[in-house]
Nanobody, 125 residues
Framework: EVQLVESGGGMVQPGGSLRLSCAAS????????MTWARQAPGKGPEWVSS????????WYADSVKGRFTVSRDLAKNTAYLQMDQLKPEDTAVYYC??????????????????WGQGTQVTVSS
């Protein structure tokens, strides 16, 4: 059974940090590009970041560039999203996704082979 399980979400004050994890199982993790996407209340899904199979290339949405860092640990079958300098507008449910193709920079779950259940991030004072 394929699973992507996100964790690490929570509530943090503006300017704070969180690290999200995405534990993968049931497929060959090292063969898939990993992506983080999010959906804020009342808004459509938004692509956040992607990382290639061995971590050699990363991409970021302009809204998070310079504040978020994506990484992966092949030995642990886990992807990460380090989020620093968080802003209230970063409040959303964050999802991880896996796909074997070059990232489309889409936040739509139907564009990915596998999709997680999400973890809530709330940035508020």
């Amino acid at each position: 059974e394929v699973q992507l399980v996100e964790s690490g979400g929570g509530m943090v004050q503006p300017g704070g940090s969180l690290r999200l994890s995405c534990a993968a199982s049931g497929f060959t993790f090292s063969n898939y590009i990993m992506t983080w996407a999010r959906q804020a209340p009342g808004k459509g899904p938004e692509w956040v970041s992607s990382i290639t199979t061995r971590g050699e290339t990363t991409w970021y949405a302009d809204s998070v560039k310079g504040r978020f860092t994506v990484s992966r640990d092949l030995a642990k079958n886990t992807a990460y999203l380090q989020m620093d300098q968080l802003k209230p507008e970063d409040t959303a449910v964050y999802y991880c996704a896996a796909d074997s193709r070059i990232p489309s920079c889409s936040g739509d779950a139907t564009d990915y082979d596998y999709w997680g259940q999400g973890t809530q991030v709330t940035v508020s004072s």
